[in-house]
Protein backbone atom coordinates (compact mmCIF):
# COMPACT_ATOMS: atom_id res chain seq x y z
CA UNK A 1 0.00 0.00 0.00
CA UNK A 2 1.17 3.52 -0.69
CA UNK A 3 1.65 5.52 2.56
CA UNK A 4 2.02 8.76 1.41
CA UNK A 5 0.01 8.80 -1.76
CA UNK A 6 -0.70 12.60 -3.52
CA UNK A 7 1.92 14.23 -1.15
CA UNK A 8 4.26 16.29 -2.27
CA UNK A 9 8.47 16.30 -0.97
CA UNK A 10 10.93 18.53 -1.64
CA UNK A 11 14.49 16.74 -1.12
CA UNK A 12 17.73 19.17 -1.84
CA UNK A 13 20.32 17.04 -3.16
CA UNK A 14 17.74 14.83 -4.23
CA UNK A 15 20.12 13.79 -7.60
CA UNK A 16 22.83 11.29 -6.14
CA UNK A 17 23.48 9.68 -3.67
CA UNK A 18 21.16 9.29 -0.38
CA UNK A 19 18.68 12.13 -1.54
CA UNK A 20 17.76 10.13 -4.85
CA UNK A 21 17.19 7.11 -2.69
CA UNK A 22 15.16 9.02 -0.63
CA UNK A 23 13.64 10.55 -3.56
CA UNK A 24 12.77 6.80 -4.96
CA UNK A 25 11.52 5.45 -2.19
CA UNK A 26 9.25 8.57 -1.74
CA UNK A 27 8.42 8.02 -5.43
CA UNK A 28 7.35 4.11 -4.86
CA UNK A 29 5.09 5.33 -2.56
CA UNK A 30 3.02 7.81 -4.50
CA UNK A 31 4.54 10.88 -3.61
CA UNK A 32 5.02 13.58 -5.91
CA UNK A 33 8.24 15.35 -5.77
CA UNK A 34 10.31 18.39 -6.18
CA UNK A 35 13.94 18.01 -6.45
CA UNK A 36 16.45 20.69 -5.96
CA UNK A 37 20.51 19.34 -7.42
CA UNK A 38 23.17 21.78 -8.51
CA UNK A 39 23.68 19.52 -11.84
CA UNK A 40 21.05 20.21 -14.40
CA UNK A 41 21.87 16.80 -16.71
CA UNK A 42 21.94 14.54 -13.33
CA UNK A 43 18.97 16.61 -12.62
CA UNK A 44 17.17 14.61 -16.17
CA UNK A 45 18.77 11.48 -15.11
CA UNK A 46 17.46 11.35 -11.99
CA UNK A 47 13.83 12.55 -13.36
CA UNK A 48 14.11 10.11 -16.33
CA UNK A 49 14.50 7.01 -13.99
CA UNK A 50 11.83 8.06 -11.47
CA UNK A 51 9.30 8.80 -14.15
CA UNK A 52 8.38 4.77 -13.90
CA UNK A 53 6.68 5.39 -10.16
CA UNK A 54 4.02 7.09 -12.32
CA UNK A 55 4.87 10.27 -10.10
CA UNK A 56 4.60 14.38 -10.91
CA UNK A 57 8.59 15.39 -10.68
CA UNK A 58 9.35 19.03 -10.93
CA UNK A 59 13.21 19.50 -10.77
CA UNK A 60 15.12 22.88 -10.15
CA UNK A 61 18.99 22.94 -10.89
CA UNK A 62 20.00 25.70 -8.59
CA UNK A 63 22.96 26.47 -6.27
CA UNK A 64 21.08 27.08 -2.90
CA UNK A 65 24.07 28.73 -1.39
CA UNK A 66 23.39 31.38 -3.97
CA UNK A 67 21.94 34.73 -2.03
CA UNK A 68 18.67 34.51 -4.00
CA UNK A 69 18.35 31.07 -4.56
CA UNK A 70 15.87 30.36 -1.74
CA UNK A 71 12.93 32.78 -2.98
CA UNK A 72 13.78 31.68 -6.78
CA UNK A 73 12.89 28.35 -5.57
CA UNK A 74 10.12 29.28 -3.88
CA UNK A 75 8.79 31.56 -6.46
CA UNK A 76 8.99 28.35 -9.37
CA UNK A 77 6.85 26.06 -7.12
CA UNK A 78 4.62 28.20 -5.90
CA UNK A 79 4.40 29.07 -10.00
CA UNK A 80 3.41 26.01 -10.14
CA UNK A 81 0.98 25.85 -7.76
CA UNK A 82 2.47 22.79 -5.52
CA UNK A 83 2.25 22.80 -2.29
CA UNK A 84 4.93 21.38 0.01
CA UNK A 85 4.04 18.31 2.43
CA UNK A 86 7.03 17.42 3.22
CA UNK A 87 11.05 18.52 3.31
CA UNK A 88 14.18 17.07 3.36
CA UNK A 89 16.72 18.92 3.92
CA UNK A 90 19.48 16.65 2.22
CA UNK A 91 22.36 18.90 0.57
CA UNK A 92 25.35 19.05 2.95
CA UNK A 93 29.21 19.42 2.16
CA UNK A 94 31.89 17.81 4.21
CA UNK A 95 35.84 18.57 4.12
CA UNK A 96 37.81 16.94 6.75
CA UNK A 97 40.79 20.09 7.26
CA UNK A 98 42.04 20.60 10.44
CA UNK A 99 41.24 23.49 12.48
CA UNK A 100 44.10 25.24 11.66
CA UNK A 101 43.81 24.98 8.44
CA UNK A 102 40.04 25.86 8.23
CA UNK A 103 39.70 29.17 6.84
CA UNK A 104 36.86 31.84 7.07
CA UNK A 105 35.41 30.83 3.60
CA UNK A 106 35.83 26.56 4.34
CA UNK A 107 33.93 27.31 7.78
CA UNK A 108 31.09 29.99 6.15
CA UNK A 109 30.44 27.63 3.05
CA UNK A 110 29.87 24.69 5.19
CA UNK A 111 27.43 26.68 7.70
CA UNK A 112 25.63 28.50 4.87
CA UNK A 113 24.48 25.00 3.01
CA UNK A 114 24.72 22.62 6.15
CA UNK A 115 22.92 24.81 8.32
CA UNK A 116 21.92 27.74 6.94
CA UNK A 117 19.89 26.65 4.09
CA UNK A 118 17.62 24.30 5.56
CA UNK A 119 16.74 26.86 8.17
CA UNK A 120 15.78 28.82 5.11
CA UNK A 121 14.05 26.91 3.26
CA UNK A 122 12.14 25.69 5.71
CA UNK A 123 10.98 29.01 7.07
CA UNK A 124 9.87 29.75 3.73
CA UNK A 125 7.75 26.92 3.27
CA UNK A 126 6.59 27.42 6.69
CA UNK A 127 2.96 28.49 5.76
CA UNK A 128 2.26 25.29 3.52
CA UNK A 129 4.30 22.57 6.12
CA UNK A 130 1.72 24.00 8.61
CA UNK A 131 -1.48 24.45 6.39
CA UNK A 132 -0.77 20.70 4.82
CA UNK A 133 0.26 19.15 8.93
CA UNK A 134 3.27 18.64 7.13
CA UNK A 135 6.85 16.91 8.53
CA UNK A 136 10.43 17.84 8.13
CA UNK A 137 13.25 16.13 8.24
CA UNK A 138 16.93 16.90 8.46
CA UNK A 139 20.50 14.96 7.40
CA UNK A 140 22.58 14.98 9.95
CA UNK A 141 25.74 12.76 10.64
CA UNK A 142 27.32 10.59 13.40
CA UNK A 143 29.83 13.56 13.19
CA UNK A 144 27.74 15.78 15.76
CA UNK A 145 28.73 13.39 18.08
CA UNK A 146 31.45 10.84 17.41
CA UNK A 147 34.99 11.67 16.22
CA UNK A 148 37.41 9.41 13.78
CA UNK A 149 41.82 9.07 14.03
CA UNK A 150 42.42 10.81 11.16
CA UNK A 151 39.19 12.57 9.89
CA UNK A 152 39.65 16.36 11.30
CA UNK A 153 35.81 17.73 11.27
CA UNK A 154 35.92 20.73 13.75
CA UNK A 155 33.19 22.52 10.63
CA UNK A 156 30.99 19.86 9.27
CA UNK A 157 30.80 18.57 13.38
CA UNK A 158 29.96 22.01 14.21
CA UNK A 159 27.17 21.99 11.30
CA UNK A 160 25.27 18.70 12.19
CA UNK A 161 25.44 19.36 15.71
CA UNK A 162 23.32 22.54 14.91
CA UNK A 163 21.15 21.31 12.35
CA UNK A 164 20.32 18.32 15.54
CA UNK A 165 19.93 21.43 17.85
CA UNK A 166 17.79 23.39 15.15
CA UNK A 167 15.92 19.90 14.56
CA UNK A 168 14.67 19.89 18.79
CA UNK A 169 13.86 23.21 18.91
CA UNK A 170 12.09 23.72 15.88
CA UNK A 171 10.12 20.36 16.83
CA UNK A 172 9.12 21.96 20.13
CA UNK A 173 8.20 25.05 18.34
CA UNK A 174 6.19 24.04 15.58
CA UNK A 175 4.67 21.01 17.49
CA UNK A 176 1.50 22.53 18.42
CA UNK A 177 0.82 23.78 14.65
CA UNK A 178 0.92 19.97 13.67
CA UNK A 179 4.25 19.77 11.90
CA UNK A 180 6.74 17.16 13.04
CA UNK A 181 10.43 18.13 12.79
CA UNK A 182 12.88 14.80 13.11
CA UNK A 183 16.75 14.19 11.92
CA UNK A 184 18.45 11.05 10.60
CA UNK A 185 22.28 11.03 11.64
CA UNK A 186 23.63 8.35 8.99
CA UNK A 187 26.90 6.33 9.74
CA UNK A 188 28.89 5.84 6.12
CA UNK A 189 26.65 4.89 3.67
CA UNK A 190 28.22 3.58 0.17
CA UNK A 191 27.28 6.45 -2.15
CA UNK A 192 28.63 7.26 -5.05
CA UNK A 193 30.56 9.45 -3.77
CA UNK A 194 32.06 6.94 -1.39
CA UNK A 195 32.64 4.67 -3.96
CA UNK A 196 34.68 6.94 -6.07
CA UNK A 197 37.15 8.09 -2.67
CA UNK A 198 37.38 4.14 -1.60
CA UNK A 199 38.41 3.57 -5.39
CA UNK A 200 41.20 6.68 -5.19
CA UNK A 201 42.86 4.45 -2.32
CA UNK A 202 46.07 2.17 -2.99
CA UNK A 203 45.78 -1.55 -1.26
CA UNK A 204 47.49 -0.94 1.34
CA UNK A 205 44.55 1.87 2.15
CA UNK A 206 41.79 0.04 1.23
CA UNK A 207 42.61 -2.92 3.32
CA UNK A 208 43.00 -0.49 6.32
CA UNK A 209 39.56 1.18 6.15
CA UNK A 210 37.92 -2.43 5.29
CA UNK A 211 39.67 -3.58 8.67
CA UNK A 212 38.65 -0.32 10.59
CA UNK A 213 34.97 -0.64 9.27
CA UNK A 214 34.84 -4.17 10.60
CA UNK A 215 36.59 -2.94 14.28
CA UNK A 216 34.36 0.42 15.03
CA UNK A 217 30.92 -0.97 13.32
CA UNK A 218 29.04 -3.33 15.64
CA UNK A 219 27.19 -4.75 12.69
CA UNK A 220 30.83 -4.55 10.71
CA UNK A 221 29.78 -3.38 7.41
CA UNK A 222 28.86 0.29 5.90
CA UNK A 223 24.81 1.41 4.93
CA UNK A 224 23.14 1.72 1.22
CA UNK A 225 21.37 4.72 1.04
CA UNK A 226 18.20 2.59 0.99
CA UNK A 227 18.77 1.59 4.77
CA UNK A 228 18.48 6.23 5.66
CA UNK A 229 15.29 6.10 2.46
CA UNK A 230 13.31 3.34 4.54
CA UNK A 231 13.56 5.42 7.97
CA UNK A 232 12.53 8.60 5.86
CA UNK A 233 9.38 7.26 4.39
CA UNK A 234 8.37 5.82 7.74
CA UNK A 235 9.12 9.36 9.54
CA UNK A 236 7.13 11.08 6.58
CA UNK A 237 4.29 8.78 7.04
CA UNK A 238 1.26 8.71 9.73
CA UNK A 239 2.80 5.97 11.63
CA UNK A 240 5.23 8.19 13.04
CA UNK A 241 2.51 10.66 13.45
CA UNK A 242 3.78 10.73 17.54
CA UNK A 243 7.40 10.97 16.73
CA UNK A 244 8.87 14.41 16.43
CA UNK A 245 11.94 15.85 17.83
CA UNK A 246 13.90 12.90 17.40
CA UNK A 247 17.69 12.43 16.04
CA UNK A 248 17.53 8.74 14.58
CA UNK A 249 21.35 6.83 14.03
CA UNK A 250 21.06 4.93 11.24
CA UNK A 251 24.58 3.65 11.73
CA UNK A 252 24.96 0.27 11.81
CA UNK A 253 26.25 0.81 16.11
CA UNK A 254 28.37 2.90 15.41
CA UNK A 255 27.61 5.28 17.87
CA UNK A 256 26.88 2.79 20.39
CA UNK A 257 30.49 3.46 22.11
Known amino acids: MKQLADKTALITGGSDGIGFAIATAFAEHG??????????????????????????????AQDITNKEAISEIYKQINRK??????????AGIARF??????????????????VKVPYLLTQIFLDDLI?????????????????????????YSLTKGA????????????????????????????????????????????NRFDTMIQTIYPLQTIGKPDDVANISVFLA?????????????????????
Open 97 to 114: ISFRETNETLLDYHFNLN
Open 81 to 90: NIQINMLVNN
Open 131 to 155: ASQGNVINISSYFSKKMLPDRPSTA
Open 237 to 257: SNQAKWITGGIFPVDGGLTTN
Open 31 to 60: VNLVIIGRDEQKMMQCKKQLLQYDVDIFCI
Open 163 to 206: IESFTKALAYELGPNGVRVNSIAPGTITTPQVKRNYEQLNDEAK
